[in-house]
Nanobody, 123 residues
Framework: QVQVVESGGGLVQAGGSMRLSCTASGRSAINYAMGWFRQAPGKEREFVAA????????SYADSVKGRFTISKNSANNTAYLQMNSLKPEDMGVYYC????????????????WGQGTQVTVSS
């Protein structure tokens, strides 16, 4: 069994920065790709970013390209989402995902999900 735990959410002013962390634990998790989704009130959950198990491949939603950076520390199986130039529309609950397959971690079919962490951006 793999457990996924996010941390790092909170309140930030528009234009500010925030870093989210996500750790996947479990013997098999070290080989897992990881990703981030977000869900704003009244909206569907949407893909934000994904990183391959070794960190060599990344992908982003168009809405965050150039502002967000995803990375992964394979030594402790932790993924990071560095968010810069935050906008009010970035606000929502951010969920971390983990999956053996890089392509699947960026979809709602990802195998493992965290409980989510709230990101609030004040204008």
């Amino acid at each position: 069994q793999v457990q996924v735990v996010e941390s790092g959410g909170g309140l930030v002013q528009a234009g500010g920065s925030m870093r989210l962390s996500c750790t996947a634990s479990g013997r098999s998790a070290i080989n897992y790709a990881m990703g981030w989704f977000r869900q704003a009130p009244g909206k569907e959950r949407e893909f934000v970013a994904a990183v391959s198990w070794g960190g060599g491949l990344t992908s982003y939603a168009d809405s965050v390209k150039g502002r967000f950076t995803i990375s992964k520390n394979s030594a402790n199986n932790t993924a990071y989402l560095q968010m810069n130039s935050l906008k009010p529309e970035d606000m929502g609950v951010y969920y971390c995902t983990a999956d053996p397959l890089y392509k699947q971690v960026a979809t709602t079919s990802a195998a493992y999900w965290g409980q989510g962490t709230q990101v609030t951006v004040s204008s």
